[in-house]
Every structure is written in structure tokens, then in C-alpha cells.
């Protein structure tokens, strides 16, 4: 098995990068799809962050992310205790699910704070998908409706451009058209499928 960790700034393309690798015969372990998992209605992480943030419930019982977003996003101490409810949670989860994968499998951890949160050195490799900081901005304003403030803001909470690539054993270029990062991942594929048989 090939334990790849993979992250990218907000607006790298990630998940585009795990859509293909997914394509191609890798197990994807999506930490985003977890983290709403582990708080969905009914679970006992959704009722821990309502005991510790009050009332941040939609009408329908489901979490609402926006109103728990206005509470952490520049508080890091609420942040904090967010995550503390969050992580362990999507790590065991993300444990279960890689351990029912194939032995000769690729096994992609998508995390987008996987430098944030220190987790560089728990994989095999570490694949950083990489744009400019402008392609990111352009793309959070076109894609995600945000203003070029909201897109700089955002990004400047994460880790940054150097800081991932630091911690990069592989870095795939995204900031051209989907059919040349198709090509580049169909490029990377291989080298992959075999470290891991």
C-alpha cells in the first residue's frame, strides 16, 4: 500500500487531482466529506459542537456551517475547539476506510490542512498541487462567488505557498486547462501504482 497525503491552497484544483487519481484506481479518502460526516445530524460529534457553541443548528436539525464558520473564522481559540471535536473524528474514521482498502492499494488522504495541522510526516509521500496565489484568487471569485478580499482572506488563513511546497515530495502543477492536469496525473499515475504493488 501507498499512503499518499495530498493538499493544495483553497482554489488549487484538488479535488480535481483526487477525481482523477480516483479515476485511475486509488482509493480517496476525502478529509471535507468526512468532517460533515462526523457532524451530520444525529452523531454524537454534531451534539458535542452544539454543547460547545450553542444553538448552530439549520431548522432541520443539520449543522449550519455558515453560522459556525462566522463564529471561528478569526477566533483561534474557537477554531481550536472546533477541530478538537473534528480531527480525531475524521482520522479514525479515515483509519477504517484505509484499512478495508486493497494491500496494493493507492490510498490518497485529500486534506486540505494537512500542513496546517502537521501531518506531513504521516505519509509515504506528500503531493501538493500548486497555483499561483492570483489563479487561486481568480478562481475563488469565478467559481465560489467570493470577493478578491474574501479570496485573499481565506488564503491567508491557510498555510502558504512555500510552506506546502516544503513539505512536497511531488508537486503537480494545476494552474493550466483540466485536460493538461489530466495529462500531468496521467503522467504521475504509474510511478505511483507501482510503488505501491
Request: charged share 30%; net charge negative.
Amino acid at each position: 500500500m501507498l499512503r499518499v497525503g495530498l493538499t493544495g491552497g483553497i482554489g488549487s484544483g484538488k479535488s480535481s487531482v483526487s477525481a482523477r487519481l480516483a479515476a485511475r484506481g486509488a482509493v480517496v479518502i476525502d478529509s471535507d466529506l468526512l468532517a460533515r460526516e462526523v457532524v451530520a445530524r444525529g452523531t454524537d460529534g454534531l451534539a458535542e459542537v452544539v454543547e460547545a457553541f450553542g444553538d448552530v443548528l439549520t431548522p432541520e436539525g443539520e449543522l449550519d456551517r455558515p453560522a459556525v464558520g462566522r463564529i471561528v473564522f478569526g477566533d483561534e481559540q474557537a477554531r481550536r475547539k472546533l477541530e478538537a471535536i473534528i480531527h480525531p473524528r475524521v482520522r479514525a474514521r479515515a483509519a477504517e476506510i484505509e484499512a478495508a482498502a486493497p494491500a496494493d492499494a493507492v490510498v490518497v488522504h485529500d486534506i486540505p490542512l494537512l500542513v496546517e495541522t502537521g501531518q506531513g510526516d504521516k505519509f509515504d509521500l506528500v503531493l501538493v498541487v500548486d497555483v499561483p496565489q492570483q489563479v487561486q484568487v481568480e478562481r475563488l471569485v469565478r467559481d465560489r462567488g467570493m470577493t478578491e478580499q474574501e479570496a485573499e482572506a481565506r488564503i491567508a488563513s491557510q498555510a502558504t505557498r512555500e510552506q506546502r511546497l516544503a513539505v512536497a515530495d511531488l508537486v503537480i502543477d494545476n494552474s493550466g486547462g483540466l485536460d493538461e492536469l489530466d495529462a500531468r496525473v496521467g503522467r504521475l499515475w504509474p510511478g505511483l501504482a507501482e510503488r505501491a504493488g
